[in-house]
Nanobody, 127 residues
């Protein structure tokens, strides 16, 4: 199964910014109008947590409360890509960030609805 490729992670200080990107690994992975693209994260010793999602058709966006006002998810349809702009990063944002595709068009918060997961990209926020 084709998967998504995440990139853009790194080690930064609190207050810094990063932009993560997510693109299909091959052309056979098509993002359809009904899809929802989402970012999740997994911190050490914790489960995978929803971060943000965007509907491909009408660009509706959803965020977990802890990142509202700091993170922005956006899609570039022409590139078949999804980005996560992360500002004012905090220590608690440290995690591996994953991008997934939800073909059901619903339950944007539910990781079990997503697939085509990539290997993730590590974000470390530390002073």
């Amino acid at each position: 199964q084709a998967h998504l490729v995440e990139s853009g992670g790194g080690m930064v200080h609190p207050g810094d910014s990063l932009t993560l990107s997510c693109t299909p690994s091959e052309d056979s992975l098509v993002i359809y109008a009904n899809d929802i693209m989402g970012w999740f994260r997994q911190a050490p010793g914790k489960g995978r947590e929803f971060v943000a999602a965007v509907t491909w058709r009408n660009n509706k966006k959803f965020y977990v409360d802890s990142v509202k006002g700091r993170f922005t998810i956006y899609r570039v349809a022409a590139e078949n890509a999804v980005y996560l702009q992360m500002n004012s990063l905090k220590d608690e944002d440290t995690a591996v960030y994953y991008c997934g595709r939800n073909p059901t068009g619903e339950a944007w918060y539910d990781g079990s609805k997503y697939g085509n997961w990539g290997q993730g990209t590590q974000v470390t926020v530390s002073s």
